[in-house]
């Protein structure tokens, strides 16, 4: 293992980092209503980490190997969400722990949404600025953003994808070369950025508003600048604009760019609706809108049939892609809708998005996976394999499919009894781990809002359960095993 020249990457890798903190300290300085001084200071101290890491290795430019990759995913996640902390504790407004300013930096940098603190309508724009842009980074991940300056590092990039992107089939490149991909994914989340802000806008968000929610929404995140969420602008149309480009977002990245590669074609559509994943995703989608509203309409819970369908509508979209935006406490709701949107986040957004949970692809396969073994009680000599689109599925991936399942309940259930541990309520425990291990943030009980109640010790594990999701748990288990260790 290169040693030296992970460190000297890491360093790198901190060095442009730090340079983010000028945008929120920029802000400051447009706005005049303070917390540029923690950003200057937090720029201070990373910049001078960074450069103390780099230059005693910067003649270390050896290949990487996966190892050494994912050793450098994990190690950078970790140390950049520590520097991410720095303007949480520095700004002594907030009055945050140190265990509550790494959640929340966590949270951001996750794209999880859960947060400890409360009162944001009335924060430093830089502050809210800040939250919001941690999402939109950590939302196509700050590993892929290097792969795409790699010719700096001077070192191969695969091993750093392989390691930060999601879904089972991370083999799968856009262009031959990593570099190209790592561009072509960052050219599409930014384009998508930049159209959910002007369409924010135009449905009468102000400019700070539409710009920071853009961050949060296309990167499926959940931060707003506003303790009611996006139910603080009141809008029908802001909210058909959030569903819309939340189910863009979730949506694979790779199949995006494959689409509008043929735009003016006549196979536009039919890239999308070939794809065995988008239409299953689709489909899920629409069977909850409708089984929702149906409960809804049931209850005659809002003043009309529309409002139930638009709220339903938003918050299904919201919950089950792992976003976590809220226009009403849906809490509250008939018991049976918010119990099926938690559970749904389970599945969360397709493989190469920037959702959470267990990925559509996963649950598709397992669910294939299922019928064939049904087909089999009954005609036990029956071959019969599995089929992505056209390809028939290799046993292999079926098979790391059914490992991540049992990885992924297995830190469920080790990260649910360590919370109990820390004296949280069983009920409120589970929802908390559900809520970061899924990357959601919402969930029920006394964590529908915030995490405010949750003591520190139980917020450290929970800051676990984030990076275990946002690194889909094998790239951080790999860590702990002799194996990865041995030369």
């Known amino acids: 293992m290169h040693i030296l020249s992970i460190i000297r990457i890491i360093g790198i890798l901190i060095i442009c980092f730090s ?27 990373s910049l001078t980490v960074g450069v103390l890491l780099w230059w005693p290795c910067h003649h270390y430019k050896q290949e990487l ?17 520590g520097l991410a902390t720095l303007p949480f504790l520095l700004f002594d407004a907030l009055n945050l722990t140190v265990a509550s300013a ?31 842009f941690l999402q939109w980074l950590g939302g196509m991940g700050i590993i892929v953003l290097a792969i795409a300056i790699i010719p700096l590092l001077g070192v191969g990039g695969m091993q750093l994808y392989r390691a930060e992107m999601s879904g089972p089939m991370k083999e799968q490149k856009i262009r031959p070369r990593i570099t190209e991909t790592a561009k072509v994914l960052w050219v599409i989340y930014i384009s998508l950025t930049v159209f959910c802000a002007l369409a924010y806008w135009l449905a009468g968000m102000g400019v700070f508003d539409a710009i920071t929610h853009s961050f949060s929404t296309v990167s499926i995140g959940g931060f707003s600048t506003h303790d009611a969420s996006i139910g603080y602008f009141n809008s029908p149309l802001v909210n058909l604009i959030t569903v819309l480009f939340l189910l863009i977002s979730a949506c694979n990245f790779g199949l995006h760019f494959r689409a509008f590669s043929t735009i003016g074609h006549e196979n536009f559509f039919k890239i999308y609706l070939r794809d065995p994943e988008f239409r299953f995703f689709i489909s899920i989608q629409t069977i909850l809108v409708i089984i929702c509203t149906l409960v809804m309409w049931s209850h005659n819970y809002f003043t009309s049939s529309w409002k139930d369908f638009e709220q339903v509508l938003f918050q299904t979209v919201s919950i089950s892609t792992t976003t976590g935006y809220t226009t009403s406490d849906f809490t509250v709701w008939p018991s049976f809708v918010p119990v099926l949107l938690i559970l749904a986040s389970f599945m969360g957004g397709c493989a190469g998005s920037v ?14 996976q299922g019928k064939r073994e049904l087909k089999r009680v009954v005609h036990p000599n ?10 028939v599925l290799d046993e292999r991936v079926i098979s790391s499919i059914w490992a991540f399942f049992s990885a992924y309940l297995l ?77």
């Open 355 to 368: 959702g959470g949970g267990l990925r559509v692809a996963r649950i598709l396969v397992l669910y294939l």
């Open 65 to 81: 190997r996966s190892r050494d990759g994912f050793l450098i995913v994990v190690a950078f996640w970790f140390v950049l969400g």
């Open 102 to 132: 790494a959640f929340e930096a966590f949270s951001g940098l996750t794209t999880t949404g859960a947060t400890v603190m409360r009162g944001l309508d009335n924060l430093p724009k830089a502050m809210l600025f800040y939250r919001q």
């Open 382 to 391: 029956l071959v019969y394999p599995i089929k992505w689109g056209r390809n």
């Open 411 to 487: 830190v469920f259930i080790i990260c649910l009894l360590g919370v109990v541990a820390c004296g949280v309520e069983p009920f409120n425990a589970f929802n908390a781990v559900l809520a970061t291990l899924n990357n959601l943030g919402p969930a029920l009980g006394e964590v529908n809002s915030n995490m405010v109640s949750i003591p520190d010790s139980a917020k450290w594990i929970l800051i676990i359960a984030m990076v275990c999701g946002r690194l889909e748990i094998f790239t951080l288990l790999a860590l702990f095993t002799p194996t990865f260790w041995k030369n």
């Open 19 to 45: 340079g983010t903190m000028l945008i929120p300290a920029f802000i400051a300085l447009i706005y005049g209503d303070g917390g540029g001084k923690a950003f200057i200071q937090a720029f201070t101290f």
